[in-house]
């Protein structure tokens, strides 16, 4: 049995680097989604540096472009979504199981606001976030299209109601707009599902 070959200084200061460049990355990411969370919904490359303790440099280092950093950030923001999306329901009954689903939504919704505002605003410079927009969509739309009985998803108006009220858009003007409460918005949005389904 042969002893392990020793790390050589170099190969020691080459691991210490990539720790380095490892840690510095998600300091970026994690400054990047405390500056948006605080309200600021297009920080410069500047403010995200100053947040994460980094150069400038660095910043361009790890992330060529405005893109890549968001697309990092989608991708918290996406588990965090998901790990609200993913848990079973608790009840069997369709209307029961679509209260359960806007409250999940409430849940979510209040998580990623800050970076879905964020994205909204950029949306028309940005190919990644008009793109993970649209899949943000068709991935809301399918969840509800498997949870209502045949008869409403074959009801094209009834569905594009119950997607309206049940988007992240209505979450955000009954929020920001009409100044309701978490607790209000999901009892509205319950109700006029209700109204909706009968």
Sequence with gaps: ?????????????????????????????????????????????????????????????????????????????????????????????????????????????????PFKRASDSLRHRSKFLEADSARLAVGLREILEREVPPAIAADPVTLAILELLLSFESWSRLRREQGFSPQEAQEILSTAAQRVIG
């Design 1 to 113: 049995m042969t002893d392990a070959i020793p790390m050589t200084p170099c190969g020691a200061a080459a691991d210490g680097r990539r720790r380095r460049g490892h840690d510095n990355r998600a300091r970026i990411v994690a400054a990047m989604l405390a500056i948006i969370g605080e309200g600021e919904i297009t920080p410069s490359a500047e403010q995200v540096a100053a947040r994460a303790d980094v150069g400038l440099r660095t910043v361009f280092r790890h992330f060529l472009d405005m893109d890549s950093l968001y697309r990092e950030m989608s991708g918290v923001i996406e588990g965090e979504l998901r790990s609200v999306a993913d848990r079973p329901f608790r009840t069997q009954a369709w209307p029961d199981r679509l209260f359960e689903l806007i409250g999940r939504r409430a849940i979510g919704f209040e998580k990623i606001a």
